[in-house]
Structures are given as structure tokens and as C-alpha cells.
């Protein structure tokens, strides 16, 4: 079987969709970021002006398939005012979303019609539904618009896995590795899954114990304004000791007294504590077994608060963990330009790297 043309890995994250990807002909790894904001268009709307040339492609993406339309990432942010929907389910919105990401792909690597390998990640809670979408994915690839241009795109191989598959499987994957001995949390926007090997299969554990459980409990107690994305991006930025010219950040223009911001810092506390607690009486449940290693990946585990706490925990146990810093550090120089102004973000592409990797593998080996 010949390597297809296009070998693409996804990763639909809360606050960012990320892909991997390369020509068949050729192993060079590159980067897609794509925001995940997602609005159906009616199809009275103009939507010429953003096929300029000029335009970046992830700036002005748009798809039409079936006789629909949807405005994609930032031009559904900006243009259009679509909120980023952390709580909708991904698998609600996931083929717009690949046709707008295999749209930038194709039209930045002058593809039109080609043969295309594509692995998807999505959360654990939502994997069994996802297992059943790809003839739907299949057909829609197949005769799409992205920016007023036609693609054909062949699905010749596709595979979904849960949230952190991607680096359980470059993990068990290494020499003289006891993958019995090992464990992956992934820690997302919606949920907490563990991952673990047993006689010879990768089992998952999930729980609703992701970041949105945080957010939830501080707008409960103080009602933050703002798109949920920006409330988000200023509670990681605030940092573990909540930085308070950040937190006056969150307060509506003329209501940034010290009371109000005070009241802020108090709500993030309360709900991170309670957060925690809950997640640490989780995984005191689900890790009997006592693994020697566990790989922590996903956005939330790099949230200072929670990585100080998960560090302190496990350092009472002979559990060691390991954070990706290696992989991590290897996307870094695979992805200069990208990580060099977000340095972050090597940590985000653990899971979708380690896809890519294992997918790319696997088609020059079949």
C-alpha cells in the first residue's frame, strides 16, 4: 500500500485545535493552530472578501459541505462574534472543524485532490460516539469548499483515539519500557482520564474533573465577564500566587475596586481547593496499583496551581512523574518559530505529536 499523500493528526482541544501534519513524500513535521471557534453561516451572507489571497488561511477559514456553511477560528471570532462553546461537546462539532483544518493544510501545500491519512484525538467521555463518525468524515472530505475553492480529499486510513492515547502509545512504544508499570493523566479542559495498559490493552478511566470544574466554581461565586476563552486564558495567566493586576483584568471597567478583586482571588481559591480535593480522592481511588511512572499531559496539568499541588502529592509516594519534558523539548526544536513566542505550547503537542508520530509510523510500515 502506498503512503498516502496527506498525513494529518488532530487534536480538537478546548482552547485550541492542533495538528500535525506531512507530505507522504516526505517526513517533515509541521504545525497547525487553528481556534476552535465554530458559527454556521446563513448562505445570504458574503463570504467572498475572505478568500483573498492575501488573507492568512487560518485568519479567513470557512467551509462549506452538504449545503452548509460554517465560518471557522478566528473569522468566526472576530467577524461574526462566536463565542468558543468550551462546553459543547466536541464530537458536535468535529467535522466542520477537520474540513477547516484539512482545508488550511491543503490550500498552504497546494493540494486540491489528494490521498489523505487522518487520526483524530477527542475526550475519553466522548470516544465510543466518536468511533462511529468516520463514513461521515469520510464522505465530507470527499467534496468539500474551503474558501470558495473545491477540494477532494481521499480518506484512505482513519483512526480516533481518546484524549492521551497519543503519548501512552509513544510511551509503551520505547525500549526496555514496562508499559505495566506506567500510567498516563491527561488532564483537559472537561475531564480527567488515566490510561493504563492491562493484559495488553490500553484502558481508560474518566471523570468530569477537568478545568472546567474551576471555572465553573469561580463564576459561580463571582460571575466573571467576558468570552469564557478570556476568563480562562487570565486564570492561567494570574498564575498559582494570583497575580492581582491580572485578576483587575476580570472586573468589569468601573468595578475594578479593591473589594471586587479581592472577591475574585477569594472565588478562585475556594474553587481550585475544592477542585483539587476532588481530583486528589480520585486518583487516590483509581491508582491503587500503584504505577512506578505516570506521564501528566493536557492544558490543566500545566496550570501552576495544580502542577505545584499533583508535585507536592506525589512526592509522598514512591509514584515518580514525568511531565514530557523531553518530548517536550524535542517539539520545541521541531517547532522553533511556533513555540518560540508561546513556550507552552511544546507542552499542549505532547498527546497530537505522539499521534502524529505513531500514525506516521504506521503508514511507511503497512
Keep these: 500500500m502506498s503512503v498516502p499523500e496527506l498525513i494529518v493528526s488532530l487534536d480538537f482541544g478546548a482552547s485550541l485545535i492542533k495538528g500535525v501534519y506531512t507530505l507522504g513524500k516526505k517526513f517533515e513535521p509541521k504545525l497547525l493552530t487553528l481556534s476552535p471557534h465554530l458559527l454556521p453561516i446563513p448562505p445570504t451572507t458574503d ?35 462566536a463565542p468558543v462553546l468550551l462546553e459543547l461537546p466536541k ?40 468511533l462511529n463518525i468516520s463514513q461521515k468524515i469520510k464522505q465530507s472530505l470527499l467534496d468539500f469548499i474551503f474558501r470558495g475553492k473545491r477540494i477532494v ?14 503519548i501512552f502509545l509513544r510511551i509503551i512504544g520505547q525500549a526496555n519500557f514496562n508499559a505495566r508499570k506506567a500510567a498516563v493523566l491527561m488532564l483537559g479542559y472537561r475531564n480527567a482520564t488515566i490510561l493504563f495498559y492491562k493484559e495488553g490493552l490500553i484502558e481508560k478511566i474518566t471523570e468530569n474533573y477537568g478545568f472546567a470544574s474551576i471555572v465553573e466554581g469561580i463564576q459561580s461565586l463571582a460571575l466573571l465577564p467576558g468570552d469564557l476563552d478570556e476568563v480562562v486564558g487570565k486564570i492561567f495567566e494570574a498564575g498559582d500566587k494570583l497575580d492581582k493586576k491580572i485578576l483587575k483584568t476580570l472586573c468589569f471597567g468601573d468595578s475594578a475596586d479593591t473589594s471586587r478583586i479581592n472577591a475574585i482571588e477569594s472565588a478562585i481559591q475556594k474553587s481550585r481547593e475544592e477542585y483539587f480535593t476532588l481530583l486528589n480522592y480520585w486518583l487516590g481511588g483509581k491508582l ?43 517539539i520545541g526544536f521541531v517547532f522553533k518559530s511556533q513555540v518560540a513566542s508561546n513556550p507552552s505550547l511544546k507542552y499542549r503537542l505532547l498527546d497530537v505529536y505522539s499521534l502524529f508520530l505513531e500514525q506516521d509510523t504506521h503508514q511507511r510500515r503497512i
Excluded at 55 to 81: M, P, Q
Excluded at 153 to 166: I, R, T, Y
Design 288 to 330: 491503587i496499583d500503584g504505577p512506578e511512572v505516570i506521564v501528566v499531559v493536557g492544558g490543566t496539568s500545566h496550570y501552576p496551581y495544580v502542577k505545584n499541588k499533583l508535585t507536592q502529592l506525589f512526592k509522598k509516594t514512591q509514584i515518580k512523574l514525568d511531565w514530557g519534558e523531553e518530548l517536550a523539548d524535542k
Design 91 to 130: 464530537i458536535e462539532s468535529i467535522i466542520p472543524r477537520t474540513l477547516a483544518a484539512i482545508g488550511c493544510i491543503a490550500s498552504a501545500e497546494g493540494l486540491e485532490e489528494f490521498t489523505l491519512s487522518l487520526w483524530i484525538s477527542i475526550p475519553s467521555n466522548e470516544y465510543k460516539e466518536g
Design 47 to 81: 463570504l467572498e472578501p475572505y478568500n483573498a489571497a492575501s488573507l492568512s488561511l487560518t485568519a479567513s477559514a470557512w467551509i462549506e459541505c452538504k449545503g452548509k456553511r460554517y465560518a471557522v477560528g478566528t473569522l468566526a471570532k472576530n467577524r461574526f462574534n
Design 153 to 166: 480529499a481521499n480518506l484512505m486510513d482513519f483512526s480516533c483515539k481518546p484524549e492521551g492515547a497519543g
